[in-house]
């Protein structure tokens, strides 16, 4: 029972035939092409070698009528080059853009599914290395799958052809093909396993080394990099993730490359270049039952074949098996399933409702330690609430939360009476407008990333924007392409503009609940003060819960929480809990103390 359970694995055979149908459905003329193309590869040369000299060579030793090698040697040459021309044409008009269609195709599934992932899977470093895995290795599956099967493919077509000429002329050379193949074929597996277990320790080597491209050619990290003396340790670092990915490369190409020596010396030297020739130099020599022509026909015949049948199972299964494990992991990140189900109800965006958390508690997957035990709280409709407490009290998670980002390990959170998990998941986050701690900026236009959306009404833009402050002069408006990478021209916004635009988001979402984490950490006080008023003002038909660090933002917070190691430790107005004389205002205090000294 407990091996059935174990064996989640899918075999080659179905591997190969999954990615083949998702290539199939991306671009059939792709696939198809590869077939042809397979054969075009394969099959003329080899019949050419068998059929056409054993005719060349009959009709010399004959003696008669000796034109028709001409004849002959004109139709090879005619076969050879029209197959040379239309895999000419349908590589250079064909393969490259329908390859293209076919990388994008499979790249817009993978990235479908990542998008429906829960944020658990980015916890699990294993399975993060198979995402992370998967998509490096989506182009490489496509390139390298299509010559395997085109190759494939044609040599079998070629070996089944010539297999049916060479049985008519002495069918025991088959035999001494196919016995050392047969013999050294397990070396395959094992190949193919240790090229895939290669490829999955570059993977988390490779990892290592591309943040080292990410520091030196992103602007995020270059005052950093030259205002200090990190450089050498960076470089140290990099020579450490070099070697390792030497190291390992020469770990496994060292096995690797003795097994394939091994397989070459049996399939290759005893079988086609010591055995073959024997048999035959007998039946020339002491049976005398071939003739000039069948004897050259069988040898090339029975090389075609070895070759084929060689690709078929030793070199090309052990490509097979090293594709095939990449692939299931492909396959496995496509079918992987998600913790964060749709209930069967769905959410209303219309009017806030009282938010209820009972007895909520949470631990992240891996972790012995809750980072939430037993919270309870209630926000009542259009209330503004603030949640502090030092780094690490909770207070990011239980927004999590409430976005069903993550879902409660124990206890319950409602609203208007109605658990979260019981409606649809995407209803219930439509409720929400969030602002992140760790906010992106999209490329794409200000107003693409104000609305997140690419219709969007250019009016209220511009009123959220100047609600959270945004006042940088644009050339086009909310037309402007911000970041990069699809405009050379793109504006560039600076830590507090990027924020500002993140907030407007905030605005411009028409919708009951917002959730701002550090709406206001970039910006100057000035700008904060501005912000917190414009919050409160365009917010007012709204339920607000914010977190911040600076508790001059929470003083016109309704309610503040104050969190500490998962819990709640106190709650109530500012100058209620100014007058408990608490944690909350010996934060506070501390605070001020700072500004009137800097003052």
Same mark, same amino acid.
């Given at each position: 029972?407990?091996?059935?359970?174990?064996?989640?694995?899918?075999?080659?055979?179905?591997?190969?035939?999954?990615?083949?149908?998702?290539?199939?459905?991306?671009?059939?003329?792709?696939?198809?092409?590869?077939?042809?193309?397979?054969?075009?590869?394969?099959?003329?040369? *080899? %019949? &050419?070698?068998?059929? =056409? /000299?054993?005719?060349? $060579? #009959?009709?010399?030793?004959?003696?008669?009528? @000796?034109?028709? !090698?001409?004849?002959?040697?004109?139709?090879?040459?005619?076969?050879?080059?029209?197959?040379?021309?239309?895999?000419?044409?349908?590589?250079?008009?064909?393969?490259?853009?329908?390859?293209?269609?076919?990388?994008?195709?499979?790249?817009?599934?993978?990235?479908?599914?990542?998008?429906?992932?829960?944020?658990?899977?980015?916890?699990?470093?294993?399975?993060?290395?198979?995402?992370?895995?998967?998509?490096?290795?989506?182009?490489?599956?496509?390139?390298?799958?299509?010559?395997?099967?085109?190759?494939?493919?044609?040599?079998?077509? *070629? %070996? &089944?052809?010539?297999? =049916? /000429?060479?049985?008519? $002329? #002495?069918?025991?050379?088959?035999?001494?093909? @196919?016995?050392? !193949?047969?013999?050294?074929?397990?070396?395959?597996?094992?190949?193919?396993?240790?090229?895939?277990?290669?490829?999955?320790?570059?993977?988390?080597?490779?990892?290592?080394?591309?943040?080292?491209?990410?520091?030196?050619?992103?602007?995020?990290?270059?005052?950093?990099?030259?205002?200090?003396?990190?450089?050498?340790?960076?470089?140290?670092?990099?020579?450490?993730?070099?070697?390792?990915?030497?190291?390992?490369?020469?770990?496994?190409?060292?096995?690797?490359?003795?097994?394939?020596?091994?397989?070459?010396?049996?399939?290759?030297?005893?079988?086609?270049?010591?055995?073959?020739?024997?048999?035959?130099?007998?039946?020339?020599?002491?049976?005398?039952?071939?003739?000039?022509?069948?004897?050259?026909?069988?040898?090339?015949?029975?090389?075609?074949?070895?070759?084929?049948?060689?690709?078929?199972?030793?070199?090309?299964?052990?490509?097979?098996?090293?594709?095939?494990?990449?692939?299931?992991?492909?396959?496995?990140?496509?079918?992987?399933?998600?913790?964060?189900?749709?209930?069967?109800?769905?959410?209303?965006?219309?009017?806030?409702?009282?938010?209820?958390?009972?007895?909520?508690?949470?631990?992240?997957?891996?972790?012995?330690?809750?980072?939430?035990?037993?919270?309870?709280?209630?926000?009542?409709?259009?209330?503004?609430?603030?949640?502090?407490?030092?780094?690490?009290?909770?207070?990011?998670?239980?927004?999590?939360?409430?976005?069903?980002?993550?879902?409660?390990?124990?206890?319950?959170?409602?609203?208007?009476?109605?658990?979260?998990?019981?409606?649809?998941?995407?209803?219930?986050?439509?409720?929400?407008?969030?602002?992140?701690?760790?906010?992106?900026?999209?490329?794409?236009?200000?107003?693409?990333?104000?609305?997140?959306?690419?219709?969007?009404?250019?009016?209220?833009?511009?009123?959220?924007?100047?609600?959270?402050?945004?006042?940088?002069?644009?050339?086009?408006?909310?037309?402007?392409?911000?970041?990069?990478?699809?405009?050379?021209?793109?504006?560039?916004?600076?830590?507090?503009?990027?924020?500002?635009?993140?907030?407007?988001?905030?605005?411009?979402?028409?919708?009951?609940?917002?959730?701002?984490?550090?709406?206001?950490?970039?910006?100057?006080?000035?700008?904060?003060?501005?912000?917190?008023?414009?919050?409160?003002?365009?917010?007012?038909?709204?339920?607000?819960?914010?977190?911040?660090?600076?508790?001059?933002?929470?003083?016109?917070?309704?309610?503040?929480?104050?969190?500490?190691?998962?819990?709640?430790?106190?709650?109530?107005?500012?100058?209620?809990?100014?007058?408990?004389?608490?944690?909350?205002?010996?934060?506070?205090?501390?605070?001020?103390?700072?500004?009137?000294?800097?003052?």
């Amino acid at each position: 029972m407990n091996k059935k359970k174990e064996k989640t694995e899918h075999s080659l055979i179905s591997n190969m035939l999954f990615f083949i149908k998702l290539m199939f459905k991306a671009s059939p003329l792709l696939v198809i092409g590869e077939f042809v193309w397979g054969i075009l590869a394969n099959v003329p040369n *080899s %019949l &050419i070698g068998v059929i =056409g /000299v054993k005719y060349i $060579i #009959d009709v010399m030793t004959s003696g008669e009528r @000796l034109n028709r !090698i001409f004849w002959a040697i004109g139709v090879i040459a005619l076969v050879i080059i029209l197959s040379r021309l239309l895999s000419w044409l349908f590589r250079e008009f064909m393969w490259n853009v329908e390859k293209e269609k076919c990388y994008y195709a499979l790249n817009k599934t993978l990235y479908e599914k990542a998008k429906s992932l829960d944020l658990e899977s980015y916890d699990n470093p294993e399975f993060y290395n198979s995402f992370i895995l998967t998509i490096e290795s989506s182009s490489d599956n496509i390139q390298t799958l299509l010559g395997l099967v085109r190759n494939y493919f044609g040599n079998a077509v *070629s %070996l &089944i052809t010539i297999s =049916g /000429v060479l049985l008519t $002329i #002495d069918p025991l050379c088959l035999v001494i093909v @196919l016995l050392p !193949i047969a013999i050294f074929m397990p070396l395959s597996k094992v190949i193919g396993n240790l090229q895939t277990q290669r490829q999955i320790e570059n993977t988390k080597y490779h990892r290592r080394s591309d943040y080292f491209q990410r520091i030196f050619y992103l602007q995020d990290y270059a005052k950093e990099v030259r205002m200090n003396n990190i450089h050498p340790l960076l470089i140290d670092r990099y020579n450490d993730a070099a070697d390792d990915v030497i190291n390992n490369q020469d770990k496994y190409w060292t096995k690797i490359s003795r097994l394939y020596c091994v397989q070459e010396i049996g399939v290759q030297i005893i079988g086609s270049m010591l055995a073959l020739p024997l048999y035959l130099g007998y039946l020339v020599m002491v049976k005398k039952s071939v003739s000039a022509g069948d004897f050259v026909a069988t040898f090339n015949g029975a090389y075609s074949i070895a070759m084929s049948v060689n690709f078929l199972t030793v070199w090309a299964i052990a490509r097979f098996e090293e594709r095939a494990k990449i692939i299931e992991k492909f396959r496995g990140f496509l079918k992987a399933d998600h913790k964060i189900k749709d209930g069967e109800d769905v959410a209303v965006c219309g009017e806030p409702k009282t938010i209820e958390l009972k007895n909520v508690s949470f631990t992240y997957p891996g972790n012995d330690k809750p980072t939430l035990k037993n919270i309870n709280l209630i926000i009542h409709p259009k209330e503004k609430i603030a949640l502090v407490g030092y780094n690490g009290a909770g207070k990011t998670t239980l927004t999590n939360l409430l976005l069903r980002l993550y879902d409660v390990t124990e206890g319950q959170i409602l609203i208007d009476g109605e658990d979260i998990r019981s409606v649809n998941v995407q209803s219930h986050r439509n409720r929400f407008s969030a602002v992140f701690q760790d906010f992106q900026i999209f490329s794409a236009s200000l107003g693409e990333n104000v609305a997140l959306d690419v219709d969007y009404d250019k009016g209220r833009v511009l009123s959220s924007l100047s609600h959270s402050g945004f006042d940088k002069k644009l050339k086009n408006s909310t037309e402007t392409e911000l970041l990069r990478e699809f405009d050379d021209n793109g504006a560039m916004l600076s830590g507090g503009e990027s924020q500002k635009v993140a907030v407007a988001r905030t605005f411009y979402k028409n919708c009951p609940y917002a959730i701002l984490d550090e709406p206001s950490a970039n910006l100057d006080p000035v700008a904060e003060h501005n912000l917190n008023q414009a919050m409160i003002e365009a917010s007012d038909d709204k339920t607000v819960i914010f977190i911040s660090h600076r508790l001059s933002t929470t003083v016109n917070a309704d309610k503040i929480y104050v969190m500490e190691n998962g819990e709640i430790i106190e709650q109530g107005s500012h100058e209620e809990l100014m007058n408990q004389g608490g944690t909350y205002a010996y934060m506070f205090n501390l605070q001020a103390d700072k500004y009137c000294t800097e003052g």
